[in-house]
């Protein structure tokens, strides 16, 4: 198994299973200085936890403490490489005995199994939602890195079981259940995933994800563009299955004179471009959407084979969750805040020598 | 300016401008063996020329003859890096003198003049959809990497400025206008760029790619997932604005229940996955589809500013296409070819051992 | 600070301090299915623990207790990206305090300040000897992957001091004291570090890696030569100046006629290639030496600088190793073993092995 | 193959064999705003050619016409990938079959043999000395970028064939035979050719590399070293068989009160360090010296074997050099601009924030 790196500046390595020891990760290449401490971590990891979105959440308790390992001294950077690790502490295995020998429709299952020959079936190894602790503590310093800069990232909630936000106010959403940006919508979530919880089914929805202040510049024009870096790191993420820049599907059933966005000495008239032109930021917002399934364990019984190829029934049922919004979210907020990162020291090499 | 590289296993490095002596690219990691002369080069190139698509393309004309410089010796790949390179012949600098000091909306001339503090008003230079030939020269050499694993791809229009293909016989697309896996759209298609081009207008759509007989096991379980890696490949095509993969963004307004594919022994009951688990290849299809932006260039007049900021209007008039479909199609088969070349090569090294 | 990662395929990233929480590391790209256990780290971890080599070295106590915290599981690797960690226990700030504000000839200081505006005076932060930590574990697991290859590898000192080894018995070296080929070598070796040390001085050395058993064809034959990647793997380590390949400088001085390895049925007559021949292994052992300057800190009076530019005399005292040998022999061990490993892995993949 | 891309931020990727239709590479990373015209690429090609060193070198003819095919414009480079080419003119294939199916000892017949199952006889591919026309045309961008900075660097011959150079005039030894730093040498030089010519036999040497006026600073901590990656550069060069960094083996045997450098508010006493301290720059002159070994063809008959493995006897007539000196000198001189090139890039990346 390879892949485990992301980012080329700013880089992001990452280890660990749902069922062994613990989790981490190290990020080589975050400049000297930033102002970093273990809670700056614990903030983003919390957000990840069970209980931010009332009913979607699994009850399964998971500590996740973060311990910072080397690369900070006195409270900011010092430039040199930054561990952190996170100690698994709840980890039940027998819980998944019952489905070791048959592939679950919809997860990693088949495919694992196809490649390795083997799958770990506590949870999931590598392809554990577990996996994305690691991402969301190497983000958190990302984050912290960006805000040095002036750059701030959200994620939030835009559409959750077909039912969608009507206000999109994204700095509120942070404090929000399912870090909605509308007041309003979770009310209507929460009734919709009873219903669907009732029936033994799952749900999925849209995250919208948006950088500000992140100036003109970013990206480079051919390969790495920011699009595409950014598509790249959304689709990253295990249920993601369609991500949109700007205006996204809507731009392909647009005529260029609408979905051109004037320029005028105030700035840009509209954003249908998401903040990127030429794959390059332009100043205006960085936004993007990610379109999530919705989650492929449900307690209704469903066709599928065993390992040995035979046609069987499975039922899913323990402690899943029902969306996996809302805890994708900071997940999605870490990716977005990786690349920028990564793209941001990229850029400061090769700029233009006057 | 860097990210001129593509892939790390089976790598693309690309060079060249619109307006220079000419446009190439060198792949390193190709295996020794693999069937290669410069018309199967030759032969996707040609598929990128204007024309293809009736009324949509550029009058401008392209030789585009390429040329392989190393790494082919009688008939067969050595292994050994393969250069190639292809003359630019057509260039008319004076053409863009008007647009060297004012920014096209929708085109990247805002951003890279904030990037690099200068462009290449001379057609975009390194933004220039001309630089796809490299893109389209290199994955031709993928794809006859991957016909010799028996895998071949596909790029067909699902989409034309509003309308759907109502069949998708995508072996069919390859030899219809417009790459059209459907023989009655385009007439449709012609109809509506017809009256679209009068207004002084242009037109996005939907492109599809597919790949069939891959075999299960490629990508990698977390960052280097199939999808991911190939959302990165698909957007970083000039106009491309989202990316989904199978259900896509419908898989985010179904219940679990109905995402699912359901798996008997003689295989997979539908295909919503669009052929990838966990990230991981299923050994279904590879589905994934390109929203595509509408050509910014258009012939309206439109408001922008001038390089000092002050405010102005544009008339982009010339010898634009109309839309990026057809032409677009090659490139993105390129990229999917690219992608799963660099995967498969990837996945040969790090299977389990028994 | 960039560069903390070492290898393409098999790939070492680390991190850590010596007066931080501890030091530790990530490998990702192991195959699965490599017996592996923390034993197995902590016997490399233990050879480069002072007392290996009688006087030389410093008597800091370093526990060294190293911990793997993911990608093995009942005792295989399971292909996942292994993530291991040694805690500091033993860190007394205030021995560095005298040093903070002046450069010790020699030592990294100096240029550390040019670079980084600033240095942890804490001995050395990254450019500490400690560091290695991280490489000798990491080198741990390559080599139980290369042991699956039927590779072994050995690193032996072949002169102390000016003092040369007269036999070179490998096999035995390991459990001598210097890590000595020569049974008699270590007792003139002590004798004249007994002298050295008492003048305050400190003293060099060469040592010896051999990998036996190494299959012919590893090696790129351009940049990646196994030569050029051996050298840039032993010169990484801190006290390295010299690095030769087989007969080495004495090359440089033969005739073609001397220096060429006559082949015959049964095989080479003589090894002055050191088993490379155009950057690839030949199925000989693959020898080289790294030439190993005198430990710069010595208890001599010696003229520096302060860091505002004043002229100052320093003497190091405290708790210093005289020789960078035995300790600095399973690093470069460690070093051999990654490179080999990164190498085995990037021939698998691309090979035209029949 | 592998291994065709040299450097991270400052990166060339190379193609071509001896015996196709040429050779060339790619500049990946370069600034814009560097003068840089086709006329100064060639002036580094000149001294690869046959006749810079008198007797030493082949009576092949190669003309190496350099074309620059993208990335410059008006005479200053423009930040996109810099594409570049030569053209074999001078390819009789036929010289090389009688080597068809033995091996040459000293050469990468036997070793390419064993990795790819086939070799390329023409004249070795990939393995041709030619391959390092690449290398010396990618170089001398890179030379170009560091004489922005102010940093000159100069390869001279230091010994040849045992004999050594008395004087080091690294400036002079560009315009003399040989590029000997020493009047005088040349002519000892030559006569100790032409008796070990008479033998059939040939001759190696030592080349010293000094890049002048490089800031304190460049080279990163732990594995990226500037001394590292400087051995790695010069070892990747076919013939060279150790390197060695300012007093080199001398170090080994040495005190480290003698080796040490002394540090005065004037600058450093000595130059032991050859400029490194660290893996860092510390403002002195960078020098390294690389070993040569004598050309493996030699008109004296040697022992080999068949590919077939049956014993024979081989004797290499033809148009071979005695002595890979001088040939190899600006090649040695390429690899040091491009290695310094890419840390001069990655320092400017990560520095210290204040």
Same mark, same amino acid.
């Given at each position: 198994?390879?892949?485990?790196?992301?980012?080329?500046?700013?880089?992001?390595?990452?280890?660990?299973?749902?069922?062994?020891?613990?989790?981490?990760?190290?990020?080589?290449?975050?400049?000297?200085?930033?102002?970093?401490?273990?809670?700056?971590?614990?903030?983003?990891?919390?957000?990840?936890?069970?209980?931010?979105?009332?009913?979607?959440?699994?009850?399964?308790?998971?500590?996740?403490?973060?311990?910072?390992?080397?690369?900070?001294?006195?409270?900011?950077?010092?430039?040199?490489?930054?561990?952190?690790?996170?100690?698994?502490?709840?980890?039940?295995?027998?819980?998944?005995?019952?489905?070791?020998?048959?592939?679950?429709?919809?997860?990693?299952?088949?495919?694992?199994?196809?490649?390795?020959?083997?799958?770990?079936?506590?949870?999931?190894?590598?392809?554990?939602?577990?996996?994305?602790?690691?991402? %969301?503590?190497? !983000?958190? &310093? /990302?984050?912290? =890195?960006?805000?040095? +800069? @002036?750059?701030?990232?959200?994620? #939030?909630? %835009?559409?959750? !079981?077909? &039912? /969608?936000?009507? =206000?999109?106010?994204? +700095? @509120?959403?942070?404090?929000?259940? #399912?870090?909605?940006?509308?007041?309003?919508?979770?009310?209507?979530?929460?009734?919709?995933?009873?219903?669907?919880?009732?029936?033994?089914?799952?749900?999925?929805?849209?995250?919208?994800?948006?950088?500000?202040?992140?100036?003109?510049?970013?990206?480079?024009?051919?390969?790495?563009?920011?699009?595409?870096?950014?598509?790249?790191?959304?689709?990253?993420?295990?249920?993601?299955?369609?991500?949109?820049?700007?205006?996204?599907?809507?731009?392909?059933?647009?005529?260029?004179?609408?979905?051109?966005?004037?320029?005028?000495?105030?700035?840009?008239?509209?954003?249908?471009?998401?903040?990127?032109?030429?794959?390059?930021?332009?100043?205006?917002?960085?936004?993007?959407?990610?379109?999530?399934?919705?989650?492929?364990?449900?307690?209704?019984?469903?066709?599928?084979?065993?390992?040995?190829?035979?046609?069987?029934?499975?039922?899913?049922?323990?402690?899943?969750?029902?969306?996996?919004?809302?805890?994708?979210?900071?997940?999605?907020?870490?990716?977005?805040?990786?690349?920028?990162?990564?793209?941001?020291?990229?850029?400061?090499?090769?700029?233009?020598?006057?």
């Amino acid at each position: 198994m390879s892949g485990n790196v992301f980012g080329t500046m700013f880089r992001l390595t990452t280890y660990g299973e749902s069922h062994g020891p613990g989790l981490g990760g190290v990020i080589d290449g975050c400049p000297a200085g930033i102002p970093l401490d273990e809670a700056m971590l614990q903030r983003e990891l919390d957000r990840r936890k069970p209980g931010q979105g009332g009913l979607a959440s699994t009850a399964r308790k998971e500590a996740d403490r973060v311990r910072i390992l080397s690369g900070v001294f006195e409270g900011v950077t010092t430039g040199t490489p930054i561990g952190f690790h996170v100690e698994n502490t709840d980890h039940r295995s027998n819980d998944y005995s019952a489905i070791r020998d048959i592939f679950r429709p919809g997860h990693a299952d088949f495919a694992f199994n196809a490649k390795f020959g083997l799958r770990d079936y506590r949870g999931g190894g590598r392809s554990s939602g577990r996996e994305t602790v690691s991402r %969301v503590a190497g !983000g958190a &310093i /990302a984050q912290e =890195l960006l805000r040095a +800069e @002036g750059i701030s990232i959200f994620a #939030y909630t %835009v559409e959750l !079981g077909g &039912i /969608a936000a009507r =206000l999109i106010d994204w +700095e @509120g959403a942070q404090d929000r259940p #399912y870090f909605s940006p509308d007041p309003d919508a979770p009310a209507a979530w929460e009734e919709r995933i009873k219903r669907v919880k009732g029936q033994g089914d799952t749900l999925g929805g849209v995250v919208e994800v948006r950088a500000i202040c992140v100036p003109a510049g970013l990206g480079e024009p051919v390969f790495d563009k920011l699009d595409a870096r950014l598509a790249y790191a959304l689709m990253s993420v295990g249920a993601v299955k369609a991500v949109e820049i700007g205006s996204g599907c809507g731009a392909a059933r647009s005529l260029g004179s609408e979905n051109n966005d004037p320029i005028s000495p105030e700035g840009f008239a509209s954003n249908n471009a998401g903040g990127i032109l030429g794959g390059i930021s332009s100043g205006q917002d960085i936004v993007a959407r990610a379109y999530i399934k919705p989650i492929p364990s449900i307690a209704r019984e469903q066709r599928t084979v065993t390992r040995t190829g035979e046609a069987a029934t499975i039922t899913v049922g323990g402690r899943h969750d029902i969306a996996a919004i809302p805890r994708i979210n900071p997940v999605l907020k870490a990716m977005t805040a990786l690349t920028l990162a990564d793209l941001l020291l990229m850029d400061r090499r090769l700029g233009l020598r006057e």
